[in-house]
């Protein structure tokens, strides 16, 4: 068996002397996707955002594809082959569907150089088979700015594949949309991820999307891991139901 494409040990971060994430440790597989989630409070967006670059552990260790990456900043993160989505859409309103993706492929190869020649005469072909792969090519002509929230979002998600990453943070990727366009780009990052063998990482509120697509889920509290598995093992977790879904809640905050 390969090595864990990310293999995350021991974590731990404060913030004025009070612990907000404490000894948290997980792998992660290349072509799996893996759910995490909490109660307000939990942890997760600070654990997200150390594998990510933008916190820096007190302790612990995030190694990926054997290498430790533990404090790198973003952008080196992102050098090595770690692609992120945000809450928000991060899109050029003014260009249209394929010059978006052909400027994500542009930065991608580090080609600013390039920038002074018109981006649409730039890795057409390459942003025709991203588009095509996520059900935007008839879109492509469009200016990014009239797409429909659900389409941006497939957009985001063309866009981040740019770089042919490794490993694929997703921070509420589903935030905004209508209940029904949530499973479905959910299901269709996970087809994408499983046959480009890209592991992905994603905190979620809504727990149709984690359980219908998640390969595997951690559940965090207090800063702690108290439950990793197969969403069968998590619904049946005891410590789980009482701590996170037994409150009735069907999302969780940061």
Known sequence: MPEPRLIVTGLRRAFGG????????FTLDQGEMLALIGPNGAGKSTTFNMVGG???????????DGRDITGLSPRRIAGLGVGRTFQITATFGSMTVRENVQMALLAARREFWRAWRPVRDQHAAEAAALLEAVGLLAQASRPAAI???????????AMALADKPRLLLMDEPTAGMAPAER???????RRLASGRRVAVLFTEHDMDVVFSTADRILVLNRGRLIASGTGPQIRANQQVREIYLGTGQTSGGH
């Open 183 to 189: 499973v479905a780009l959910m299901q269709l990052t």
């Open 147 to 157: 797409l429909a929230y659900g389409d941006l979002k497939r957009l985001e998600l």
């Open 54 to 64: 933008q916190l820096r552990p007190d302790a612990g260790q995030i190694r990926l």
């Open 18 to 25: 009070q612990p907000a994430v404490s000894d948290v440790s």
